[in-house]
Every structure is written in structure tokens, then in C-alpha cells.
């Protein structure tokens, strides 16, 4: 089993900036599995945002965050990040991180093993 522990969302205004993190721990996930971030708001599906393989640098974004948000791994610290700047109201939403398999379609929330608890963040207008 892989647990994941999502960090660093909370209440920010529009404009501001967050980064989030995701621990990784238990069984070890092998360096080319993605870790992807999605984020899911109240009477709305799961919405992928970006993925990244552990090792290797292959990124993928939603457009609706490209070029606003950053994802980011660490494997030496089972750590992945999404760092996100200018952010809008509409970004409000909790926030999941998420391993799935190397040969998997990391844009899609069921090609995912594990989940995180997600965590919250709140953009002010």
C-alpha cells in the first residue's frame, strides 16, 4: 500500500500564490509512475490539473492552469509539489494528489491507485 498526505492548501486572496505538497509513504512507487494532481469543487467531477513521472521530467497540464501552475517531484524525498501562482476564485476547490502506473493516461482520475485526503484552498475575491 502507498499512503499520500496532500499539505498546504488554506485561505488565499486572488492573484496570491500557494504551493502544495504530497508525501509519499509505505510501498516504494517505482520512478517512472505518475503523481498527478486533481482537484474537485462542490457538485463537480474530479478535474485532472498536472502529472509528472517520479523520475524523468515528463509533464502534462489542463490547460486551464498551463502556465499558471507547476508540478514537481522529488523522489529522493517521496515528495511531489504543485506549486500555484495567480490564482482566481475559480481555482477554489479541494485538492488531491494521486500515483498511477507508467503506462498509464495520467489525465484520467480512474487510471489512478492511490489517493491522497486531499486538501482545501480558498481563493478570495
Known amino acids: 500500500q502507498v499512503q499520500l498526505v496532500e499539505s498546504g492548501g488554506g485561505l488565499v486572496q486572488t492573484g496570491g500564490s500557494l504551493r502544495l505538497s504530497c508525501a509519499a509513504s509505505g510501498r516504494t512507487i517505482g520512478g517512472a509512475s505518475f503523481m498527478g494532481w486533481f482537484r474537485q469543487a462542490p457538485g463537480k467531477d474530479r478535474e485532472f490539473l498536472a502529472a509528472s513521472r517520479w523520475i524523468g521530467g515528463s509533464t502534462y497540464y489542463a490547460d486551464s492552469v498551463k502556465g499558471r501552475f507547476t508540478v514537481s517531484t522529488d523522489y529522493a524525498s517521496n515528495t511531489a509539489y504543485l506549486q500555484m501562482n495567480s490564482l482566481k476564485p475559480e481555482d477554489t476547490a479541494h485538492y488531491y494528489c494521486?500515483?498511477?502506473?507508467?503506462?498509464?493516461?495520467?489525465?484520467?482520475?480512474?487510471?489512478?491507485?492511490?489517493w491522497g485526503q486531499g486538501t482545501q484552498v480558498t481563493v478570495s475575491s
Open positions: 494521486g500515483a498511477a502506473p507508467y503506462d498509464s493516461d495520467p489525465r484520467r482520475a480512474n487510471a489512478y491507485t492511490y
